[in-house]
């Protein structure tokens, strides 16, 4: 199995990590009580007694940690395969989406003033790798795939839709100033956006995970045509 190939699946098993940990936690949240229309994927990882001391919350907290040192470790192969330097920007925007995506599962709502911080710099850094990777795929002319391009301007746009939220003192009110179901009832749409920036970072490391591993399939395609034609004018000599 040929490196592109172990990166690829490497990036397709870090996001489904991801997905099983937020089924497991929504699954086993305090009896089911969580709703993924009017809760906030951070809470999933918010320990009800003593810091790590949840099930539940833990399964979550390492398997967010695992998608992003996983997204990190892709990212960076993946950086070192491009050949133009918009794409090393969106690998840099990249990478440093998947620590802080680690850094979540580290300082979680336990630890609030720290948490509103990294989710802040989180949402920036995925709109900063959607927006950058727009721009190489179109600067560059690789877009033959267009999948990938139009999930990353939607993460762009959730992304920082919900950077605005949060940066602005939104999360602050629903978990501290105002925690009663009314006035939580205000923030759902954002709590819908910070699911689907979530969702899409996720669809987008998988995009890029397959596309690599088509590439390196395409270019073996490639070769061997070479191969046969090259036999073929020696058999015509």
Request: proline share 1%; with cysteine; net charge neutral.
């Amino acid at each position: 199995m040929n490196r592109d190939k172990i990166f690829g699946t490497i990036g397709i098993a870090g996001a489904a990590f991801l997905l099983v940990g937020i089924v497991i936690a929504v699954i086993t949240f305090e009896n089911g009580a969580f709703s993924l229309l009017n809760g906030f994927y951070s809470e999933l990882g918010h320990y009800p007694g003593a810091y790590l001391g949840g099930s539940s919350a833990l399964i979550f907290n390492v398997l967010m940690a695992l998608f992003g040192l996983i997204m990190c470790a892709f990212m960076v192969f993946w950086g070192i395969r491009q050949d133009s330097w918009a794409f090393g920007a969106a690998a840099f925007f990249g990478i440093l989406t998947g620590v802080l995506a680690a850094a979540q599962a580290i300082f979680t709502l336990d630890y609030a003033r720290y948490h509103y911080i990294v989710v802040s710099a989180f949402a920036v850094s995925v709109f900063l790798f959607g927006a950058t990777y727009i721009i190489a795929a179109l600067a560059t002319g690789r877009n033959d795939s267009i999948a990938p391009v139009v999930v990353a301007f939607f993460t762009a746009i959730s992304s920082a839709v919900y950077a605005g939220f949060v940066i602005s003192g939104g999360m602050t009110q629903v978990f501290v100033e105002d925690a009663s179901q009314i006035g939580r009832l205000t923030f759902i749409p954002f709590a819908v956006v910070g699911w689907l920036m979530l969702l899409l970072v996720m669809a987008l490391l998988v995009l890029l995970s397959v596309e690599l591993m088509r590439d390196r399939r395409n270019v073996h395609e490639v070769d061997f045509a070479e191969r046969v034609r090259g036999r073929s004018r020696e058999v015509e000599f």
